[in-house]
């Protein structure tokens, strides 16, 4: 089955924040987005909200209740007992759970499974007690024990951080070699029993290779390339393209 497309729509609300207006509307994109056949929207509510604001929770989850209830939300962040709250308010059908430090760009690495085991394990029980989903953010690079421990915490899905790889571009065989540990990685993770999410840098141009080495990837979470592509062909085309990037039939 090709990977299901969730449209992260932080770099959207980032363009918004810019300036005390309500354009581009948030909901509005991810519509969109939806209507073109996107599985779902991420956000990442950070603490400082400089893009995603908590309000906009609230107003995501209904967009997906009424109109598009196939569909799933997508909640990323540390869980700071404020962003658990959050989580468990708007009851997304998914929480991927990321190890940033407040002051971070954006994500930028994996957990350490094994360091944060006990951690992970509690905050684990706790939403998935409330029947969300949870990922765990981690870094592709074929260490099998660390899937192994992040299977033990009683996560469903780890998230490949497919930065390193995104930032092959311009490198071709250093893109072998960094698709290839997001697949080692993926494989241990498929031996102990999670599903594989990915996302960062991903695009058009460098999705069908990882697809091709990790052809049971269940989601990639696409924002800044997608956003990017989307001031070229519009939101709707967009999404299509990434769609059959993805291995969609569109």
């Given at each position: 089955?090709?990977?299901?497309?969730?449209?992260?729509l932080?770099?959207?609300a980032m363009?918004?924040?810019?300036?005390e207006?309500?354009w581009?509307?948030?909901a509005q994109?991810?519509?969109?987005?939806?209507?073109a056949g996107?599985?779902?929207?991420?956000?990442?509510?950070?603490?400082?909200q400089?893009?995603?604001?908590?309000t906009d929770?609230?107003?995501?989850?209904?967009?997906?209740?009424d109109?598009?209830?196939?569909?799933?939300?997508n909640?990323?962040?540390y869980?700071t007992?404020?962003?658990?709250q959050?989580?468990?308010?708007?009851?997304p059908?998914?929480?991927?759970?990321v190890?940033?430090d407040?002051?971070?760009?954006?994500?930028?690495?994996?957990w350490?499974?094994?360091?944060?085991?006990?951690?992970?394990?509690?905050?684990?029980?706790?939403?998935?007690a409330?029947?969300?989903?949870?990922?765990?953010?981690?870094?592709?690079?074929g260490?099998a024990?660390a899937?192994?421990?992040?299977?033990?915490?009683?996560?469903?899905?780890?998230?490949?951080?497919?930065?390193?790889?995104g930032?092959?571009?311009?490198d071709?065989?250093?893109?072998?070699v960094?698709?290839?540990?997001l697949?080692?990685?993926a494989?241990a993770?498929?031996?102990?029993g999670?599903?594989v999410?990915?996302?960062?840098?991903?695009?058009?141009?460098?999705?069908p290779a990882?697809?091709?080495?990790?052809?049971?990837?269940a989601?990639v979470?696409?924002?800044?390339?997608?956003t990017?592509d989307?001031l070229?062909?519009?939101?709707a085309?967009?999404v299509?393209?990434?769609?059959?990037?993805?291995g969609?039939a569109?």
């Open positions: 089955m090709p990977a299901k497309l969730s449209v992260n932080n770099a959207i363009l918004r924040n810019r300036r207006l309500p581009p509307d948030v994109f991810g519509r969109i987005a939806l209507e996107a599985s779902g929207l991420t956000v990442h509510p950070r603490p400082d400089r893009h995603i604001r908590f929770l609230p107003v995501l989850r209904a967009l997906i209740d109109s598009f209830p196939q569909a799933e939300f909640i990323e962040g869980p007992e404020e962003f658990l959050l989580c468990e308010a708007a009851e059908e998914q929480v991927t759970l190890p940033d407040p002051t971070q760009a954006t994500s930028d690495h994996g350490d499974f094994a360091g944060n085991r006990s951690f992970l394990t509690d905050v684990v029980s706790r939403l998935k409330k029947g969300m989903r949870v990922s765990l953010f981690a870094d592709g690079d260490n024990e899937m192994h421990a992040a299977r033990e915490t009683g996560a469903d899905r780890v998230e490949l951080y497919t930065g390193p790889y930032g092959c571009y311009d071709p065989e250093r893109a072998k960094e698709i290839d540990r697949g080692r990685t494989d993770a498929f031996a102990v999670l599903a999410n990915a996302g960062h840098d991903l695009t058009v141009a460098n999705l990882l697809m091709k080495r990790i052809p049971n990837l989601e979470s696409i924002g800044h390339g997608l990017a989307a070229e062909f519009g939101m085309e967009t299509r393209r990434f769609r059959r990037a993805c969609q569109v």
